[in-house]
């Protein structure tokens, strides 16, 4: 099977990160496997000079993803037109924008994916944002709650759910387990709940003054903050970060999937999480992760003391995170993504 993945730049977000080791998976397995982003980048919430100074960026450099090992072909064109596009059997639209041109290519460049990762509400106007629904794509989604969610408000048809997966040979434990310490993911977007995160650490903090917080993240924060950032991490930094903290704490206020408590548990981190996205289906609150109310900054506080002092329920919540990241191992999730991909390469 010959597959496009179509990515609207190659930056470090979740959603980027999930194709990628699909891509790869698929490269592996002997599938002709290519990645394609564009020079002259999407507007989404970029001004027109801040798309011409990035548009320049791009000239100026790598084709590469700085961050990942990419193993199948990766190629930057200027548009996704079908003129830059291998042929294929299928291609697979990542964003809303993506979308429009994707649905706009030549029959020969692939079937027509798309792979909602969530409703992008405020990425774009809200009237393209839900024309791309009424449009003839094969779509995927990463969690039951989205899938649900967008046939409920639109109509669409959801023709498959395939999760997040985890790569084990990128997030394994890799150091000494911590005990007073806390870990946060940082991003300004208010969807990302980072002042909830930051309210509660400040918090926690007053009660436990030998408490060492670490906040990393890919945007710098504005203003003044009250805690070390470190900007822009690799994987082997935020490997040995889960991998050392107390605990992570996750207080996003909405995901489509919601893949750093998966990476935690993988690395041996307790989690302490909001019920987000797909959260509430692979997390089981005092099993596995401890799950607060969305908003709740005092829960958030009261179950992150808890895990920092209770020994026995971190290590419960440690050997059952290690079982639910196994479950979501790429090599078992992978095939699913590729037997969609089949699918809708077969369907009319």
Not at 278 to 297: I, Q
Request: positive net charge; contains cysteine; charged residues 20%.
């Amino acid at each position: 099977m010959k597959v496009t993945f179509v990515l609207p730049f190659v930056n470090l977000t979740g959603g980027v990160r999930v194709m990628l080791d699909y891509a790869n998976w698929l490269h592996d397995a002997g599938h002709g496997v290519t990645v394609v982003y564009p020079t002259w980048p999407y507007r989404f919430h970029w001004t027109h000079r801040q798309r011409w100074l990035e548009f320049r960026r791009q000239l100026s450099s790598e084709v590469r993803v700085p961050w990942a090992t990419v193993k199948c072909r990766l190629t930057r064109v200027p548009l996704i037109r079908s003129a830059f596009l291998p042929r294929a059997d299928v291609v697979v639209a990542t964003a809303w924008p993506i979308a429009h041109d994707v649905a706009r290519l030549h029959p020969s460049r692939g079937r027509k994916v798309h792979v909602v990762m969530h409703h992008e509400s405020g990425n774009g106007p809200e009237h393209r944002i839900q024309a791309v629904y009424r449009k003839p794509f094969h779509r995927i989604t990463l969690a039951r709650c989205v899938g649900d969610s967008l046939e409920q408000q639109f109509g669409c048809t959801i023709h498959d759910v395939v999760p997040a997966a985890v790569d084990p040979q990128r997030f394994f434990p890799d150091g000494p387990p911590g005990r007073d310490s806390v870990l946060m993911l940082y991003h300004p977007d208010p969807r990302k709940g980072g002042s909830d995160g930051l309210a509660a650490l400040q918090r926690l903090q007053a009660r436990m003054p030998r408490l060492a917080v670490r906040v990393m993240g890919t945007v710098r924060p504005h203003g003044t903050w009250p805690f070390p950032f470190e900007f822009h991490p690799d994987d082997a930094t935020v490997r040995r970060a889960y991998s050392t903290a107390g605990a992570l704490l996750y207080p996003s206020r909405y995901e489509g999937f919601g893949l750093p408590p998966l990476e935690a548990m993988a690395c041996g981190c307790p989690v302490v999480t909001t019920a987000v996205g797909a959260v509430e289906e692979y997390a089981c609150d005092r099993r596995n992760a401890l799950v607060v109310s969305v908003g709740d900054v005092d829960a958030m506080v009261d179950r992150l003391e808890e895990v920092l002092t209770d020994g026995r329920l971190r290590q419960r919540l440690v050997g059952e995170g290690k079982k639910t990241s196994d479950a979501f191992h790429v090599n078992r999730i992978a095939p699913l993504f590729a037997a969609a991909l089949e699918r809708a390469a077969m369907s009319r």
